[in-house]
Structures are given as structure tokens and as C-alpha cells.
């Protein structure tokens, strides 16, 4: 399978270039591009991504697997994520994820049949403050209970 940018996709990666000082430091903003643009970021969209900065494709797939932001494998229409760093942990984060796994029918780091849901436990969110918290693609949801939790999923199902 061979990957490649859309014409507003490369519009916005010859825009990216002029905004960073080297093709190194645009790495991270290139693959919120290629993720954007393919869905997630494949084997493929890596040494398409190297191919573009002129950097290895170790290089990026490096960066890529580092950062939990970029998806390595296909996900559901909502990327359901819960932190269950320590804030979220003490404050119930396990539970939570096991109510919505129960919920959703799927363990974490599954996506439900119909393709809508995908369930990842992550390290953190930056929220201390206000755990337990989930994102919801780009939205944060904070103070969660299983009752505000099945009011979010219900809303998006």
C-alpha cells in the first residue's frame, strides 16, 4: 500500500517547513498531519513521512512510538482514552476503565465491531486537578463518574 499527502495535506506540510528552523524539529506536527490524513500512522506513513524530511525511517518511527498521541493501528470513530496515571489511579481510574470496557464490550486497546468506539488506558493526560479524566478524540472530559461517563458515551452512540 503506498500513502501519500492530498494536495491540501502537502499545502499544509510545505507550510509546516517554513514555520520550523529544521525538518527535524517538524517531525512531531508532520505526523499529526500523516494521522490526520491516513487515519492513523502506518508502517507506510512512516517512510513516506522519512521519504518527505530526509530523515531515517528508524527516526520517526522512534518519535511515532514514543508519543502515545499517534495511533500505530486503525481506531474507532471516538478514541476513547483514560488516564490512569496516579490522580486518576487514586481516584478510581481502574474502575472507570473496567465500566467502560464493560460498557463498550471491548477490553482496552480494542475498537467495538461497529468501528465507533476504541478503548486505550493512557499514562496521562496532564489534568491532575480535575481526575479522573478521559479524551474523547480532542475533547477532555474531567471529575468522571461512571454515571457523567455513560452520559458521554451514550450522547456519542
Do not use: W
Amino acid at each position: 500500500m503506498s500513502v501519500a499527502f492530498s494536495d491540501t495535506a502537502r499545502a499544509e506540510f510545505e507550510r509546516l517547513l517554513t514555520r520550523y528552523p529544521d525538518r527535524e524539529a517538524v517531525i512531531l506536527p508532520v505526523l499529526h498531519l500523516a494521522q490526520r490524513e491516513f487515519g492513523f500512522v502506518s508502517d507506510e506513513a512512516i517512510v513516506y513521512v522519512a521519504g518527505l524530511l530526509g530523515v531515517s525511517p528508524a527516526k520517526i518511527n522512534g518519535v511515532a512510538t514514543f508519543y502515545t498521541m499517534y495511533n500505530r493501528k486503525p481506531v474507532g470513530k471516538y478514541h476513547v482514552q483514560i488516564c490512569r496515571n496516579i490522580s486518576c489511579s487514586l481516584l478510581g481510574a481502574e474502575h472507570l476503565i473496567g465500566h467502560v470496557a464493560g460498557k463498550l464490550g471491548v477490553k482496552p486497546g480494542g475498537t467495538t465491531p461497529d468501528g465507533k468506539f476504541t478503548l486505550s488506558q493512557v499514562e496521562c493526560l496532564g489534568s491532575c486537578g480535575t481526575a479522573p479524566v478521559m479524551q474523547v478524540n480532542d475533547d477532555y472530559y474531567e471529575n468522571l463518574t461512571e454515571a457523567s461517563i455513560d452520559a458521554i458515551l451514550d450522547k456519542l452512540a
